[in-house]
Nanobody, 114 residues
Framework: QVQLVESGGGLVQAGGSLRLSCAASGSIFSINAMGWYRQAPGKQRGLVATITSGGDTNYADSVKGRFTISIDNAKNTVYLQMNSLKPEDTAVYYC????????WGQGTQVTVSS
Protein backbone atom coordinates (compact mmCIF):
# COMPACT_ATOMS: atom_id res chain seq x y z
CA GLN A 1 0.00 0.00 0.00
CA VAL A 2 1.10 3.52 -0.80
CA GLN A 3 -0.26 6.56 1.01
CA LEU A 4 -0.15 9.98 -0.64
CA VAL A 5 -0.71 13.31 1.10
CA GLU A 6 -0.95 16.51 -0.93
CA SER A 7 -0.40 20.04 0.28
CA GLY A 8 0.13 23.50 -1.13
CA GLY A 9 -3.19 24.32 -2.72
CA GLY A 10 -4.95 27.61 -2.22
CA LEU A 11 -6.29 30.77 -3.78
CA VAL A 12 -4.10 32.81 -6.11
CA GLN A 13 -4.64 35.58 -8.63
CA ALA A 14 -4.19 34.97 -12.32
CA GLY A 15 -0.52 35.18 -13.24
CA GLY A 16 0.55 33.98 -9.84
CA SER A 17 2.35 30.83 -8.72
CA LEU A 18 1.77 27.90 -6.40
CA ARG A 19 3.77 24.82 -5.55
CA LEU A 20 2.02 21.58 -4.73
CA SER A 21 3.70 18.84 -2.75
CA CYS A 22 2.83 15.17 -2.45
CA ALA A 23 4.50 13.06 0.22
CA ALA A 24 4.47 9.31 -0.31
CA SER A 25 4.69 6.79 2.49
CA GLY A 26 4.14 3.10 3.02
CA SER A 27 5.39 0.61 0.46
CA ILE A 28 7.15 3.16 -1.70
CA PHE A 29 9.99 0.96 -2.95
CA SER A 30 9.85 0.51 -6.71
CA ILE A 31 7.14 3.06 -7.42
CA ASN A 32 7.20 3.24 -11.21
CA ALA A 33 5.83 6.73 -11.69
CA MET A 34 4.13 9.60 -9.92
CA GLY A 35 2.15 12.48 -11.18
CA TRP A 36 -0.60 15.03 -10.87
CA TYR A 37 -4.11 14.99 -12.25
CA ARG A 38 -6.84 17.58 -11.87
CA GLN A 39 -10.60 17.70 -11.93
CA ALA A 40 -12.62 20.85 -12.44
CA PRO A 41 -16.34 21.01 -11.57
CA GLY A 42 -18.40 19.16 -14.13
CA LYS A 43 -15.34 17.77 -15.92
CA GLN A 44 -13.49 14.50 -15.92
CA ARG A 45 -10.21 14.05 -14.10
CA GLY A 46 -7.34 14.64 -16.50
CA LEU A 47 -3.58 14.41 -16.65
CA VAL A 48 -1.48 17.39 -15.65
CA ALA A 49 2.04 15.94 -15.44
CA THR A 50 3.84 12.71 -14.69
CA ILE A 51 7.39 11.72 -13.84
CA THR A 52 8.84 8.22 -14.00
CA SER A 53 11.33 6.66 -11.65
CA GLY A 54 13.91 7.33 -14.34
CA GLY A 55 13.08 11.03 -14.41
CA ASP A 56 11.16 11.15 -17.68
CA THR A 57 8.41 13.74 -17.61
CA ASN A 58 5.18 14.23 -19.51
CA TYR A 59 2.87 17.25 -19.49
CA ALA A 60 -0.58 18.09 -20.70
CA ASP A 61 -0.39 20.54 -23.59
CA SER A 62 -2.34 23.10 -21.60
CA VAL A 63 0.36 23.38 -18.92
CA LYS A 64 3.55 22.97 -20.95
CA GLY A 65 5.95 25.82 -20.31
CA ARG A 66 4.08 26.90 -17.16
CA PHE A 67 4.17 23.86 -14.85
CA THR A 68 7.16 21.80 -13.78
CA ILE A 69 7.05 18.42 -12.07
CA SER A 70 9.97 17.26 -9.99
CA ILE A 71 10.76 14.60 -7.43
CA ASP A 72 12.92 14.48 -4.31
CA ASN A 73 13.68 10.81 -3.83
CA ALA A 74 15.30 11.40 -0.45
CA LYS A 75 12.04 12.89 0.84
CA ASN A 76 9.73 10.61 -1.17
CA THR A 77 8.00 13.75 -2.34
CA VAL A 78 6.86 14.91 -5.75
CA TYR A 79 6.30 18.59 -6.49
CA LEU A 80 4.32 20.54 -9.04
CA GLN A 81 5.53 24.10 -9.56
CA MET A 82 2.76 26.07 -11.21
CA ASN A 83 3.58 29.45 -12.73
CA SER A 84 1.55 31.90 -14.81
CA LEU A 85 -1.63 30.43 -13.43
CA LYS A 86 -4.88 30.98 -15.30
CA PRO A 87 -8.50 30.83 -14.12
CA GLU A 88 -8.93 27.67 -16.18
CA ASP A 89 -6.34 25.97 -13.97
CA THR A 90 -8.89 26.04 -11.14
CA ALA A 91 -9.52 22.46 -10.06
CA VAL A 92 -8.92 19.87 -7.38
CA TYR A 93 -5.42 18.52 -7.95
CA TYR A 94 -4.76 14.88 -7.15
CA CYS A 95 -1.42 13.19 -6.61
CA UNK A 96 -1.02 9.80 -8.26
CA UNK A 97 1.46 6.98 -7.86
CA UNK A 98 1.75 3.79 -9.87
CA UNK A 99 3.21 0.59 -8.44
CA UNK A 100 1.47 -2.38 -10.04
CA UNK A 101 -1.77 -0.52 -9.34
CA UNK A 102 -2.65 3.14 -9.05
CA UNK A 103 -2.87 5.08 -5.81
CA TRP A 104 -4.50 8.48 -5.31
CA GLY A 105 -4.19 11.22 -2.77
CA GLN A 106 -7.18 12.99 -1.27
CA GLY A 107 -6.81 16.07 -3.47
CA THR A 108 -6.02 19.71 -2.86
CA GLN A 109 -8.03 22.66 -4.16
CA VAL A 110 -6.40 25.22 -6.42
CA THR A 111 -8.45 28.31 -7.21
CA VAL A 112 -7.20 30.98 -9.62
CA SER A 113 -9.12 34.25 -9.60
CA SER A 114 -9.26 36.55 -12.61
Amino acid sequence: QVQLVESGGGLVQAGGSLRLSCAASGSIFSINAMGWYRQAPGKQRGLVATITSGGDTNYADSVKGRFTISIDNAKNTVYLQMNSLKPEDTAVYYCYAFKNVGYWGQGTQVTVSS
